[in-house]
């Protein structure tokens, strides 16, 4: 079965770092003939070393390599580039490991083994939530809630004067929540309307969701913003009241 046609912008370069050289060339295969530009990396070092060098749009990066644990590898390249999507690629069953990279700034994560099919579909609907993100419309403005600011022109966000570290993922949920104070969504509703995606796991929503606390909370053990709704998901409540 061929691919999805590439649904990003043309010749969008991705770095598939996995030290399985059978599933490296599987899924660059698969992307080259979906339209991307596919550079490969076996290890870490490499990974990082082409990283710096290619400026890639999006990292599929393994899990498990043979020099560094994925998720060093993707701390670098967020403390090198904090707006490059990354997709982690884990064999492991153990939610803890999930959750553990996204944690550290993945943009979503597949488990193996995996649809190759699946997994370009999974790239172009983290790029074009990129892609849109960082272009957004010059007349929608900010959004304002107390001492917190969120910028849609400049892609940025503040509290109490204080700019605020985002992932792009972040700052999307950050402002549909913002936007829609009152409103209790489920988490299916907000990987529809976040990520783009009409299925997925949950638990993708509940790690952004925490993460997000500890940067928009004064305390996130006790949430007053971003308030959980129990039995239905999570609800902004404006100015923390």
Same mark, same amino acid.
């Given at each position: 079965?061929?691919?999805?046609?590439?649904?990003?912008?043309?010749?969008?370069? @991705?770095? @598939? +770092?996995?030290?399985?050289?059978?599933?490296?060339?599987?899924?660059?295969?698969?992307?080259?003939?979906?339209?991307?530009?596919?550079?490969?990396?076996?290890?870490a070092? &490499?990974?990082?070393?082409?990283?710096?060098?290619?400026?890639? !749009?999006?990292?599929?990066?393994?899990?498990?390599?043979p020099?560094?644990?994925?998720?060093e590898?993707?701390?670098?390249?967020?403390?090198?580039?904090?707006?490059?999507?990354?997709?982690?690629? &884990?064999?492991?069953?153990?939610?803890?490991?999930?959750?553990?990279?996204?944690?550290?700034?993945?943009?979503?994560?597949?488990?193996?083994?995996?649809?190759?099919?699946?997994?370009?579909?999974?790239v172009?609907? +983290?790029?074009?939530?990129?892609?849109?993100?960082?272009?957004?419309?010059?007349?929608?403005?900010?959004?304002?809630?107390?001492?917190?600011?969120? !910028?849609?022109?400049?892609?940025?966000?503040?509290?109490?004067?204080?700019?605020? &570290?985002?992932?792009?993922?972040?700052?999307?949920?950050?402002?549909?929540?913002?936007?829609?104070?009152?409103?209790?969504?489920?988490?299916?509703?907000?990987?529809?309307?976040?990520?783009?995606?009409e299925?997925?796991?949950?638990? &993708?929503?509940?790690?952004?969701?925490?993460?997000?606390?500890?940067? @928009?909370?004064? !305390?996130?053990?006790?949430?007053?913003?971003? +308030?959980?709704?129990?039995?239905?998901?999570?609800?902004?409540?404006?100015?923390?009241?």
């Amino acid at each position: 079965m061929d691919p999805p046609a590439a649904a990003n912008a043309p010749g969008s370069r @991705v770095l @598939v +770092v996995d030290d399985d050289r059978t599933v490296s060339e599987v899924v660059a295969g698969y992307l080259t003939r979906a339209g991307f530009r596919v550079d490969v990396a076996n290890d870490a070092t &490499t990974a990082l070393g082409r990283a710096s060098v290619l400026d890639p !749009d999006l990292v599929l990066l393994d899990l498990s390599l043979p020099d560094l644990d994925g998720i060093e590898v993707c701390q670098r390249l967020r403390r090198h580039r904090p707006g490059l999507p990354v997709i982690m690629l &884990t064999a492991r069953g153990d939610e803890d490991d999930r959750v553990l990279g996204l944690r550290t700034g993945a943009d979503d994560y597949v488990t193996k083994p995996f649809s190759p099919r699946e997994l370009v579909l999974r790239v172009q609907s +983290v790029l074009r939530r990129a892609s849109a993100t960082s272009a957004p419309d010059p007349s929608a403005g900010r959004l304002v809630d107390g001492d917190l600011v969120v !910028d849609l022109v400049a892609h940025g966000a503040s509290r109490g004067g204080e700019p605020l &570290t985002l992932t792009a993922r972040e700052f999307d949920l950050l402002a549909f929540l913002v936007g829609s104070p009152g409103r209790a969504y489920t988490r299916v509703e907000i990987l529809r309307e976040v990520w783009g995606w009409e299925f997925g796991d949950q638990t &993708t929503v509940t790690v952004h969701v925490r993460r997000l606390r500890e940067k @928009v909370e004064r !305390d996130p053990a006790h949430p007053v913003r971003l +308030v959980t709704v129990w039995g239905v998901g999570y609800r902004w409540d404006a100015d923390g009241s």
